[in-house]
């Protein structure tokens, strides 16, 4: 039993020993558990902060991401599309042109990512869908606004008539709407893609940029409406050609439009970049995937703006002073064989070079066209300085005639005058412009003979020397205005300027005819081909497409193409739309002109003057003193002006100790009939300085002439005709008083006796009156057969009797006709003021 119960005891033991334990253990597992809680709720904690770190850091990462991201694409959008090519339709960017073509244009956003295109580099973009119109439109106005001036030409063809590139005004020339307008268009395109491969290969396979050429962009609206099967054909060769050559295409598809019989839309789509053009959405073939959507359209002030910047845009300026050649090259003799050259301006990064030449090729002669305010006067101002630089005042002599309200050529004539100027006609009118074309012809003529002589047919066939003459270079600024009228004038000067154009290259001899358009000439309408068909040189600057055809060829609208001032058209080719090359040309400022002058007349020791003339100005006797006045024994040849001529050399006539001796001026001026009177007076003092003048003033003074009259009458009388001479000057006779005084004696018949008897014995009257028929009565019926005439402003009725009734004269200011009663035809003269 003791077993037993120690069992029982042990087990009371444990049952006790566990009752005292439990509250313990208990209270450990709670604590335990307590602690176990406590670290669960601290480790989610910890990984609630490290998510949440991890989460922020993520974030932050992204955010880094998307940042770069958009910085990424705005520095590439900036790269390919710069300025307003990658910008919305607003801000202040808008205001003016970009400084160089854009690769690439924007056409909307994916997200906020630009989403930029390709246009001018390819051969252009195929739009379609009903945002079609206003994407090409965008188009257009990001590329006008974001390229420099004269960097693109835009072209467009709108069939419909919908007048939506109107918007631009003057900043894009006028919509093409006909298909034969198109159809040339094209084929202007296709020539110049031509032309640009040839410069291309040329450059060893340059790119087109290196070309410094524009870019051409050709906008078709409601295609294919118009197009037909031919000018289709034409489209697929230039879209296949056009990229990298600077020609692209903007095409708006219609899809309501059928297409004629033989066009097919979609190949010209397969040629150029499809883009997909919804009001909410764009897709651009390429660019799959990207949600683009389109940019808010422009408004119109938008358009507005950037058609005013264009319109008023210059192209950059072509230094006069980079077309000259460096000083050592100056005055270079012109060797056998050679023509003349000169660089107008620069085309592309090229000089523009124009060549005058009597052979290999023939190139003598150069029509310059344009329209007003276009540049034209700095064109003439260019070539004529740059050949002066060039060539020698041995091998070059110019003849410059401006026939418009212009001032550009009387500068050449100043205090360091061009020395290889001959003449230099300001104002020029008709009768001097013919009188320098006789001289010019004359100056052919004689070297037809000394040719002949020297057994030569070409200018350009002999060596340099004294036997060489200089070429001639004739510029005829406004020459139409010679052509004007229906006159004899008209007839002689376009029969001299046909052989001129046409004979004058042999014998050295060049024209440059200027003009804003040889439209409505009537003396050209049936001498038009026998002209200009001799000049094979054409320099047309920005024109109505009328006047580009008139003045380069049919069909030749290139110089309506041009959008800025300054540009050209240059063709040696008699105006075939081949041959053409668009320049820029340089800009001559006045000052560094004058400069240029002064250094060449320096070198030059110019001492011979220009012959200059100016219409309406009267001749300035001062400064023709110098010139010996004609005289010997019992004769003397007095001045009364400067012939309308090239020489200088004053008009005169002759006054011979002989019946018929003296001057009858008649017309109205008084000025100019002073200035007769003072030409006579000056120059015979100058020949024969012991003669004696006598004054009757018929203006001022006319009572006393009678009694002067009988004073002189009863000199001549008692002389014997070895004294000095007596020279009276009658100024105003008309309105002297002619009546029978208280002694019946009639002062007309002492006049009469002084005219008549006079010249035997040494006394010569010059007298004006105002009108013939007061003469007549004055001196009767014979006018005392006085022999020399000087004709003012008098109807020409009177004017026949005397000179001829072939004679057609209606004189202005300061302008006389001397008939001498020796020479063929009467003389035109500047009276001297």
């Known amino acids: 039993m003791s077993g037993v119960a120690h069992r029982e005891a042990a087990i009371r033991g444990l049952v006790a020993a566990y009752r005292a334990y439990a509250p313990v253990a208990r209270q450990v597992a709670a604590e335990a558990q307590l602690a176990a809680e406590r670290d669960r709720q ?9 998510a949440e770190a ?10 880094r991401a998307m940042d770069g991201a958009r910085e990424t694409a705005a520095a590439t959008t900036a790269e390919l599309a710069p300025g307003v090519a990658g910008l919305p339709f607003s ?17 909307g956003v994916c997200g906020e990512v630009p989403v930029v295109v390709p246009l001018l580099p390819t051969a252009g973009w195929y739009a379609a869908g009903d945002g079609a119109a206003g994407l090409v439109l965008g188009a257009v106005l990001r590329t006008v606004a974001a390229t420099p001036a004269g960097r693109v030409l835009v072209d467009s063809y709108d069939p419909r008539l919908t007048g939506a590139l109107g918007v631009f005004g003057e900043a894009l020339p006028r919509s ?47 295609y294919p409406a118009g197009v037909d099967e031919a000018v289709q054909r034409d489209l697929l060769r230039v879209a296949e050609s056009a990229a990298g050559r600077g020609v692209c295409f903007l095409v708006q598809y219609n899809a309501a439009i059928q297409p004629e019989r033989g066009v097919e839309p979609e190949r010209l789509a397969a040629l150029l970049r499809r883009i997909e053009a919804g009001r909410e959405r764009i897709a651009v073939a390429g660019l799959e995937g990207v949600a683009c959507r389109p940019d808010r359209p422009p408004g119109a002030e938008l358009f507005a703006a950037v058609a005013g910047a264009a319109t008023g845009a210059e192209l950059p300026r072509v230094p006069f002073a980079g077309t000259l050649p460096p000083r050592r090259e100056w005055w270079t003799r012109v060797e056998k064989g050679e023509g003349l050259r000169i660089s107008v301006g620069a085309e592309g990064r090229e000089p523009a070079w124009v060549r005058l030449s009597s052979s290999n090729p023939p190139l003598p002669n150069i029509l310059i066209g344009g329209s007003a305010g276009q540049g034209k006067s700095n064109l003439l101002l260019v070539l004529i300085h740059g050949l002066a630089a060039r060539y020698s005042p041995a091998d070059l002599e110019m003849y410059l005639l401006d026939f418009k309200q212009g001032l550009e050529f009387e500068r050449l004539g100043g205090e360091r005058w061009l020395p290889h100027a ?7 009118d008709r009768e001097f412009g013919l009188a320098v074309l006789r001289h010019v012809h004359e100056q052919m003529e004689l070297r037809s003979e000394t040719f002949k002589r020297l057994r030569v047919t070409d200018v350009a066939g002999m060596d340099p020397g004294p036997d060489r003459p200089p070429r001639l270079l004739l510029v005829l600024d406004e020459f139409q205005v010679m052509l004007a009228e229906d006159d004899a004038i008209a007839d002689e000067a376009i029969a001299l300027l046909e052989k001129l154009v046409r004979l004058g290259r042999a014998y050295g001899v060049h024209v440059v005819l200027a003009t804003q358009t040889i439209e409505g000439i009537q003396r050209l309408a049936t001498k038009r081909e026998a002209v200009f068909g001799q000049v094979p040189n054409r320099i047309v600057l920005k024109t109505t497409a009328a006047d580009s055809q008139s003045l380069l060829s049919a069909h030749n609208t290139a110089a309506a193409a041009l959008r800025h001032r300054g540009q050209a058209v240059l063709n040696d080719d008699y105006g075939s739309p081949e041959a053409n090359r668009v320049a820029l040309i340089a800009h001559a400022r006045e000052e560094e002109l004058a400069a240029l002058r002064a250094e060449l007349w320096h070198h030059a020791r110019a001492e011979r003057r220009p012959r200059v003339f100016k219409q309406d100005e009267p001749a300035d006797l001062a400064t023709l003193l110098h010139h010996p006045v004609e005289s ?25 100790q002989e019946p018929g001796a003296g001057l009858l001026v008649l017309g109205d001026d008084a000025a100019a009939a002073r200035g007769v009177l003072a030409g006579l007076s000056a120059s015979i003092g100058k020949a024969r300085p012991a003669d004696r003048f006598v004054w009757l003033d018929g203006l001022e003074e006319a009572r006393a002439i009678p009694g002067q009259l009988a004073e002189l009458r009863e000199e001549i009388r008692g002389r014997e005709g070895g004294e000095p001479w007596i020279h009276v000057l009658g100024f105003g006779m008309h309105r002297a008083r002619m009546r029978p005084g208280d002694d019946f004696t009639s002062p007309a018949d002492t006049l009469r006796e002084i005219v008549k008897e006079g010249p035997d014995v040494g006394v010569f009257f010059y007298g004006w009156w105002n009108r013939m028929n007061v003469c007549t009565e004055h001196l009767g019926f014979e006018r005392c057969h006085v022999n020399s005439y000087l004709f003012l402003r008098h109807p020409v009725e009177a004017v026949q009797q005397v000179c001829g009734p072939l004679v057609a004269w209606s004189a202005r200011p300061g302008r006389g006709l001397l008939h001498d009663g020796l020479s063929g035809e009467p003389l035109p003269v500047v009276i001297f003021g």
Do not use: K, N
């Open 42 to 50: 601290h480790a989610v904690r910890q990984a609630e902060r490290t």
């Open 54 to 63: 991890e989460r922020h850091r993520i974030q932050a990462a992204v955010r």
């Open 91 to 107: 801000g202040a960017e808008w205001g003016s042109l970009g400084t160089a073509a854009p690769p690439h244009l924007r056409v």
């Open 176 to 222: 093409l709407s006909g298909a034969g307008e198109l159809a040339e268009r094209i084929g202007d395109l296709v020539r110049t893609l031509h032309e640009r491969a040839q410069r291309i290969a040329r450059a060893g396979g340059c790119g087109f940029e290196e070309l410094a050429e524009p870019y051409r962009l050709m906008v078709l609206l409601d």
């Open 422 to 428: 001959r003449v230099l006609g300001v104002f020029s």
């Open 632 to 656: 010997g024994p019992g004769l003397v040849r007095p001045w009364v002006g400067v012939p309308v001529a090239v020489t200088e050399r004053p008009a005169a006539f002759d006054v011979r």
